[in-house]
């Protein structure tokens, strides 16, 4: 693939369900990263992973957030018991190392009912 | 307390003009600073970086100035288009800590 790649696009779902949001990042970057962007403020560092090791989980909110990439391929972000203020533009990004510019995909945008 | 301040929320040029972003960050360990731009519904774009060992990096349209005594950067876009129409965001980063962090973005406008 060309970029990296999210899905779903869009997700909505009731208070309290878990979601499962899943990045594909550009084949051979080392680098993993989730950013969490609520509606006008720029995007904010949620955690990190260097291929398989998650080397960073500093910024998510609370313990109802998970992450991980276990093969050091495709990461997925777990989200339970959701809640309102959940609601925002989960974006991926991967980069060859962690120095090289970050590549985005086009975000998971998820609303909370 | 923000590390990256973007204090123009938006700007508005005539095409062929120069369009100048401004951001100011607080963290002195900050040594390499990316420009990103996004369009709606997509993910930032990396623009254009420049490192702390330097002053002024220039691609193409856009050159980016860093003022490091005075924790200041600049985007510069000369002649503006009417695609550069985005959101651009500027993110340092600390290369021993390397999550980005984001400004809150300035929406430019350029106007045909």
């Known amino acids: 693939g060309a970029g990296v790649s999210q899905s779903p696009r869009y997700k909505v779902a009731k208070r309290g369900q878990d979601v499962a949001l899943r990045c594909d990042p550009i084949s051979g970057h080392v680098s993993l990263f989730w950013y969490q962007q609520a509606l006008g403020q720029g995007p904010e560092f949620l955690t990190y992973?260097?291929?398989?090791?998650?080397?960073?989980k500093s910024g998510l909110p609370s313990d109802r957030f998970f992450a991980e990439r276990p093969e050091g391929s495709v990461s997925t972000l777990k989200i339970q018991r959701t809640q309102q203020e959940d609601s925002a533009v989960y974006l991926c990004a991967s980069s060859l190392d962690s120095n090289q510019p970050q590549h985005f995909g086009d975000g998971t945008r998820l609303s909370i009912l | 307390d923000q590390q990256v301040k973007q204090n123009s929320p938006s700007l508005s040029v005539q095409e062929g003009r120069i369009s100048i972003l401004n951001c100011d960050y607080t963290n002195s360990m900050f040594d390499y600073f990316l420009w990103y731009k996004k369009y709606p519904a997509e993910g930032p774009t990396f623009l254009i970086s420049?490192?702390?060992?330097?002053d002024k990096n220039e691609d193409g349209r856009f050159t980016v100035f860093l003022n490091k005594s005075a924790k200041h950067l600049s985007l510069h876009i000369v002649p503006s288009q009417p695609g550069d129409s985005a959101v651009y965001f500027c993110a340092p980063l600390n290369s021993g800590n390397t999550p980005l962090v984001f400004g809150k973005g300035t929406r430019l406008s350029v106007i045909a």
């Open positions: 992973f260097q291929n398989e090791a998650q080397l960073d």
């Open positions: 420049i490192s702390s060992i330097k």
